[in-house]
């Protein structure tokens, strides 16, 4: 009993930290990477999908990114999409290529994204920590229908709450190295 709670709270505590994982590849730093435009979508034949099913992104240097569509006729499809999305890119039309530069980070919007990141880190720990006590009142549930003991209850909430500790540090460890990422120049 406790080590089904303790297994399938560990798997959504994963699944937070992954999410978490996601939205930083989200935020952009000074860098190109081809992960920032696989949430900008595209009509395709009447359907909506992402840049990165109807063409190849890759990285030219390091700070412009290719998008070479399959279909030419998708060149000025996917360039409206990237310049509409909200990443304030501004992609250039190369006839076969289409060019998307990075633009320098000002000081001021490193700050602003560090908050962001921090944002989005406190709303995963928050999510662990949510976690934590749906474990602890599903043992506190299993006493009172004395599936488990005290004692199996008590240790079942060490158990969880080192889960939930090893977890928020690895959160605060991707923070770290997000922050440091976007302060670098």
Known sequence: MIS????????????????LKLDLAKV???????????????????????????ANVTLIDARTIGVQAWEKPMLAKVEKAIRDSDLGLNPANMGEIIRVPMP??????????????????????????????????QLKDAVKEKLISEDDERRGEDEIQKLTDRHVGEIDKLLAQKEQELMQI
């Open 4 to 19: 089904e709670i303790k297994k399938t709270t560990e798997q959504k505590m994963n699944k937070s930290v992954e999410a």
């Open 28 to 54: 952009r730093t000074g860098r190109a990477h081809t992960g920032l435009l696989d949430h900008v979508m595209v009509e395709y034949y009447g359907s909506m999908v992402p840049v990165n099913q109807v």
């Open 104 to 137: 320098a980070l000002t000081e001021e919007r490193r700050r602003d994204l560090t908050k962001v990141v921090r944002t989005e880190g406190e709303s995963a720990k928050i999510a662990v920590r949510n976690l934590r006590r749906d474990a602890n009142q």
